[in-house]
Nanobody, 118 residues
């Protein structure tokens, strides 16, 4: 059974950086599109971005564009979300998910908390 596990969350000050990891177990990550999402308290879950199976195509939410980079190493079954210039409004639980294509994610991780203080 495919499982994905996020790690790397934590507390940082505004302007800081974090790199989140998403590791896939039970299947080869190269088979999947990988998306990153976040959910802040009292808000709906929103997309941060995703990376295609080849790693060539990437797309980012407007709110994060220029501050985040998604990359993947299929040999390590891992995808990373590098976040820079973090803002307090980036505080949320961050999730990764895998699926056959963007918008069709069927395996989700448990999430990792990111807290940005001003």
């Amino acid at each position: 059974q495919v499982q994905v596990v996020e790690s790397g969350g934590g507390s940082v000050q505004a302007g800081g950086s974090l790199r989140l990891s998403c590791i896939c177990f039970g299947d080869t990550l190269s088979n999947f599109v990988v998306g990153w999402f976040r959910q802040a308290p009292g808000k709906e879950r929103e997309s941060v971005g995703f990376i295609g199976v080849s790693g060539i195509f990437k797309s980012y939410a407007d709110s994060m564009k220029g501050r985040v980079t998604i990359s993947r190493d299929d040999a390590a079954n891992t995808v990373w979300l590098q976040m820079n210039s973090l803002k307090p409004e980036d505080t949320a639980v961050y999730y990764c998910a895998v699926g056959a294509r963007n918008g069709e994610y069927d395996r989700w991780g448990q999430g990792t908390q990111v807290t940005v203080s001003s």
